[in-house]
């Protein structure tokens, strides 16, 4: 049987790992042993032990595992084992042949051997720890420099005295002028935001004062005060306190619809600065104009009822007069809406804002609700503008 040679192995065969762990990196630098790894990422390595302290970690090692009687069992053994080895030596016998050569040390003699090597280990310890720190001290110890001879030492600690210049006049009357004036601006400042506060709390409280005096005018001339809602996002469960904050002034009649009650609501305002003193959501300011036209002329005769009316608005109750008024008229013109397509003998054209009915021959009626935006005397209905387009071509 033939071997094949050793050339025609292939190479990864030849491979040879080393099991050890490497102790050096790429650039010879020692790898150190890492312990731990804290939570925070930082890494613990084998602390580095020098020979001196090794040796000592040793000799301590032997007193604590061996026993503080470890050299004189030694020294005995071999003292033993030198006696049996002589040539020539007779054994002598007798009774007690059988027994041990040496025999059991008592307490007191241990005590009296240990007195006696302790002073000596105390002694040899002193000088091995004076040794090292020589040591140390000289390998890290710098070569102290050749310096030249000087002729005169150099004073390395000196004390001066400096008195410190007394200041210009005029640098020290500037100074005190920028001290008092940036006092002065900063008194100023504070002064005035205490009257700006001051001025404030005092717009607040003529403010809140007028805030009842309004709503006792208006509970006296008999207008209806209701509990506002909370506000949104008010606490709403069980324990939560419920108690309305403010009130609302309902100024619809009471035999009307539930959607025109609902818009027929005012508030107070209570914010500073604001013209109105009452706050209507749902204000629409409207008016109905009726008018009537007759087209059997050549000139159109036009007859025009609206109930516009001046009030003074500063007066509360006379606002609240004028937007009741405004939601009668909505509610009238609603029920104008819901008859208008069942007038057996009339045409009726409906819009959102605006009704045509055709009452007679050559005779329309037209109910519209107009707004208030525009001056009194300048509203035209669209049906009235249309007539005098005709009439004119």
């Known amino acids: 049987m033939s071997t094949t040679p050793s050339s025609s192995v292939s190479e990864w065969k030849q491979l040879r790992l080393s099991l050890e762990r490497p102790y050096k990196d790429d650039v010879g630098n020692r790898i150190p042993v890492l312990y731990d790894l804290t939570p925070e990422g930082e890494r613990i390595y084998e602390p580095k032990e020098t020979p001196s302290a090794r040796l000592e970690h040793n000799l301590r090692r032997i007193f604590q595992e061996r026993g503080s009687d470890f050299f004189e069992r030694r020294g005995n053994l071999a003292k033993v084992e030198g006696e049996q ?96 004036g940036s006092k002065d601006e900063a008194l100023r400042k504070a002064a005035s935001l205490f009257k700006s506060s001051a001025e404030s709390m005092e ?63 005012a508030q107070l305002t209570t914010l500073d600065g604001s013209s109105p003193d009452l706050v209507f959501p749902f204000h629409q300011r409207t008016r109905l104009r009726i008018t009537t036209s007759a087209t059997r002329t050549a000139v159109p005769e036009i007859c025009v009822f609206d109930s516009v009316r001046n009030h003074d608005t500063s007066n509360l109750d006379d606002a609240l007069r004028v937007a009741q008024a405004e939601v009668v008229d909505q509610e009238i013109f609603q029920l104008l809406v819901k008859e208008a397509g069942n007038l057996p003998t009339a ?22 609700l107009v707004k208030l935006t525009v001056q009194e005397g300048v509203i035209r209905p669209l049906l009235v503008q249309a007539v005098e387009k005709t009439s004119v071509n």
Do not use: C
Not at 211 to 237: C, E, F, M, Q
Not at 243 to 252: A, E, N
């Open 347 to 368: 045409s009726a054209q409906v819009s959102e804002r605006l009704i045509v009915i055709g009452a007679a021959q050559d005779l329309d009626l037209t109910f519209e």
């Open 203 to 265: 717009r607040s409280r003529l403010k809140g004062d007028k805030y009842w005096v309004d709503a006792l005018r208006i509970r006296r001339a008999n207008w209806a005060l209701t509990p506002a809602p909370l506000p949104y996002g008010s606490p709403t469960g069980k324990g939560a306190d419920k108690t309305s904050k403010d009130f609302l002034i309902s100024y619809g009649l009471e035999g009307s619809p539930t959607l025109f009650r609902r818009r027929a609501i």
């Open 85 to 180: 080895g002589l040539p020539g030596e007779s054994i002598q016998s007798g009774p007690n042949e059988g027994a041990p050569s040496s025999k059991i040390m008592t307490v007191e003699e241990l005590y009296a051997m240990r007195m006696e090597i302790m002073p000596q280990l105390y002694i040899a310890l002193g000088e091995m720890s004076h040794a090292r720190d020589l040591l140390n001290s000289i390998l890290s110890s710098p070569q102290p420099a050749v310096q030249e001879p000087q002729a005169e030492p150099l004073k390395l600690l000196s004390g001066t005295l400096v008195t410190k210049p007394a200041p210009i006049v005029s640098v020290q009357t500037f100074n005190a002028q920028l001290i008092i």
